[in-house]
């Protein structure tokens, strides 16, 4: 373990909100640089919460940075844990792609590398240890398992689908995308007739689904499936407004599984809610522990989901985000 002055590691604490200090005789825990990509959901700041609290309950020192979704900022606080030389990074990509660099800088200083939630894109897989998240295409096959049994006995000669997809160049919004794509295909009624993009935040949802409205009023669809639940809300304002009536109109199925959309589901709403598990922090820090227990660790690791909806719905867990 890289041994950091006490002084030193008192100012980061003091300002990257630091899970407790060094001891007095000079022994330090592990230090752990993570990364986090913003601040725009409820399921964000629980995922930021999870893996934060298991680390501490683990004894590791935290030093924690939220880029605010600007990918530039991002980079430049990993190149400040680099810089700092802290035992190990987890990152929370905002983006897919730039890493190279960052990355090669820190395998250049030894210091591993954890992935968590969104993927990078990167042709040298060696430039980190692990990836832990959801697959995000099971999640877009549940939602499509779920179009497709919906309507499966309804005599509809066509299936209209509205798309709100999250940030463009992200694995969610592709691998959601693909994941329904590929299971709505086996009834070829189900056609995706318009995707708009939602930036997984409620205010522009709400903006890009009224104009679309607004615009498109002579243009009717059967299903809205939303890539969050932060999207969701906010599209479920403009249809409200716009005299469409969702959960009964229209067909809404969104993923997360925050505790306000478990609320819409219960009030017919919402029709389907896909599981995005946030209460990842057991599943890294187990990855941390065997890794320094000198453990090699598989290259992808998923955690466990479900899907909710009215047939389940006195099942669903007690929310916490």
Same mark, same amino acid.
């Given at each position: ?8 590691l ?8 630091? $899970? ?7 022994? #330090? ?24 609290? /298991? ?54 200083? #030894? ?15 060696? %430039?980190?240890?692990? #990836?832990?998240?959801?697959?995000? *295409?099971?999640?877009?096959?549940? =939602? ?9 006995? *309804?005599?509809?000669? $066509? +299936?209209?689908?509205? !798309? ?9 919004? *592709? ?28 205010? *522009? ?7 679309y %409205? ?8 059967? +299903? ?16 409200? !407004? ?16 925050q !505790? ?5 589901? =219960? ?7 896909? /599981?995005?598990?946030p ?8 990855? +941390?522990?065997r890794?320094?227990?000198? #453990? ?13 909806s !009215? ?11």
């Open positions: 373990m890289r041994k950091i002055s006490l002084l030193f008192l100012i980061i604490f003091l300002f990257a909100g630091c $899970s407790k200090a060094p001891t007095n005789d000079g022994v #330090h825990n592990p230090v752990i640089g993570f990364s986090q990509s913003g601040t725009e959901s409820s399921w964000r700041k629980a995922h930021t919460k999870s893996i934060k609290t /298991e680390l501490k309950k683990n004894d590791y020192e935290v030093l924690y940075r939220n880029a605010f979704m600007n990918q530039e900022q991002q980079l430049q606080d990993v190149r400040t844990f680099i810089s700092y030389k802290v035992d190990l990074i987890i990152i929370a990509p905002l983006q897919e792609a730039g890493w190279d660099n960052v990355l090669r800088a820190a395998k250049k200083a #030894h210091i591993p590398v954890i992935i968590v939630d969104r993927h990078i894109d990167t042709a040298d897989q060696t %430039l980190f240890l692990t #990836h832990i998240g959801p697959s995000f *295409k099971a999640e877009g096959n549940r =939602a499509g398992l779920y179009a497709t049994n919906y309507f499966a006995e *309804k005599k509809l000669d $066509s +299936i209209d689908i509205l !798309e709100l997809v999250g940030l463009p160049g992200t694995s969610p919004s *592709k691998l959601r995308h693909d994941g329904f794509r590929e299971t709505i295909s086996r009834d070829s009624r189900m056609k995706i007739t318009s995707t708009l993009v939602g930036n997984y935040t409620r205010n *522009k949802a709400y903006d890009v689904v009224n104009k %409205l607004q615009t498109h009023k002579n243009k009717s669809f059967n +299903i809205l499936y939303s890539h969050s639940d932060e999207m969701t809300l906010g599209a479920l304002s403009a249809l409200k !407004e716009n005299h469409i009536k969702p959960g009964r109109n229209i067909v809404v199925i969104t993923i997360d599984g !505790e306000n959309i478990i609320k819409k589901l =219960a009030n017919g709403e919402v029709n389907c809610v896909v /599981e995005c598990n209460d990842v922090g057991w599943y890294v820090v187990n990855a +941390i522990n890794h320094f227990s000198g #453990h090699q660790l598989a290259h992808e690791i998923y955690i466990s989901e479900t899907t909710f !009215e047939s389940n719905i006195d099942k669903i867990p007690t929310r916490n985000y």
